[in-house]
């Protein structure tokens, strides 16, 4: 960030979308322990080799709902009161850093998609930006993607408003050595 520029918000995608991400992991986590229950009484297997590959079984599921919620982590936006910075991270060691103005800043859609969504209040947010190349930046299941949309329109309806006045006040002056 700039020496001068202020944060506003910091937005993180929702619990529910991490929760439903590492869900699956989690069930393929609990493979070994109903293959103990129901299959290991009639497979005559060394209890250390069981234990041994149950325990690199359950290293591996750890790992990956660790990277899962490493990318939830890492995956934020970042609003300040000069522009909005989008951090991707795609894998553990790939990232991709997006800032946009906040002048820049024309339109922004707010989409509410299935019953958990409304429950848990959770939504994505598409920002569209001004300018000959309209770019689209969308973020996905942030909560209270309305309150978010509103606060960034504040902002960009103040910038807008100041920048407005300064162009103004410099139509009134005359010009200099006049």
Not at 12 to 19: I, M, Y
Not at 151 to 177: A, C, F, Q, W
């Amino acid at each position: 960030m700039q020496p001068d520029e202020k944060m506003l918000l910091v937005v993180r995608k929702h619990w529910f979308v991490q929760l439903v991400e590492a869900l699956p992991i989690i069930l393929v986590g609990i493979v070994p322990f109903i293959f103990v229950i129901f299959f290991a009484p009639y497979i005559s297997v060394h209890p250390a080799l069981a234990t041994f590959l149950t325990t690199v079984w359950l290293l591996v599921i750890w790992m990956m709902v660790f990277t899962v919620w490493t990318n939830y982590y890492l995956d934020i936006w970042i609003v300040t009161d000069k522009r909005i910075i989008n951090i991707n991270q795609i894998n553990l060691f790939r990232r991709e850093v997006s800032t946009l103005r906040i002048e820049r800043v024309q339109d922004i859609k707010v989409e509410t998609h299935g019953f958990f969504a409304t429950l848990f209040s959770f939504g994505n947010l598409q920002v569209q930006t001004a300018g000959p190349e309209a770019a689209f930046y969308l973020i996905e299941g942030i909560p209270y993607a309305s309150n978010v949309r509103n606060s960034i329109l504040e902002r960009v309806d103040m910038v807008t408003e100041h920048k407005n006045e300064i162009e103004y006040n410099k139509e009134e002056r005359p010009p200099e050595g006049v």
